[in-house]
């Protein structure tokens, strides 16, 4: 992805920053410490894919004082287009040349960025669910269609969840249960297959790029993808058991 300008708006410390004329292959940030040089990195990952990589709340990505944020970013590959991000507590909105983006599969720039900060040793140090949102980023980075799967699984999996809390408080309906137990195994089984994709791609790469950085012949790199689903079944019957 290559960018002409990008402008931030009460976004995190900056009241309104404007940068343009950047280079076609390497931008290289210099500052003091807290002077923001992060921050138009975190407005980047914002960019393409719709979320910070320091924080999952909109709030605290907004000026302290002001209730809204924007990111204003010109791109000109992939694609030209104009794409304003706006921020305030609940909510993100979205435009591609003036035009509302309703939801991520419709976005065209997701995936168009890679980061990596020290809060990314959580994908060897941190429990499952770093793994999962990295597998979750490389995917929809791929196919974009994937965030309306996962979208999908996330909300299948919010009501059956509430319908278990329910059930432990002595109300219980099979019918109901069942239902919702039909609709997360639907939804559940392109998440899994997808993310199990993910990790075939990297053991294809990994391996390799191991090798040539750490120029070690004798260690081999590999990725497993490991669940509690018993790999003798089908995902669909592993998650009906």
Known sequence: ???ASIRLIHFRRFADLELRDFHSQANIFMGPNAYGKST???ALAVLTQLQSFRTTRSQELIKAGESQASVTVE????????VVIGLDDSRKKITLDGKAVTSKAKYPFLG??????????????GGPDARRDFLNELAWGI????????????MVLRQRNKLLKIMREGVFSPEEYQLWTDKFIEAAVPVYEQR????????ETLPEVYENLFQVESEKLSLIYGTSLASELSIADALAE
Do not use: W, Y
Not at 75 to 82: C, H, L
């Open 143 to 154: 196919d974009p269609s994937f965030a309306k799967s996962l979208h999908t699984f996330e």
């Open 196 to 203: 199990m994709h993910c990790a075939r791609l990297l053991n």
């Open 1 to 3: 992805m290559r960018i």
């Open 112 to 125: 168009g960025s890679v980061h990596f900060t020290p809060d990314d040793l959580s994908l060897l140090k």
């Open 40 to 42: 138009v990195l975190e």
């Open 75 to 82: 791109v000109m590959n992939p694609q030209r287009a104009r």
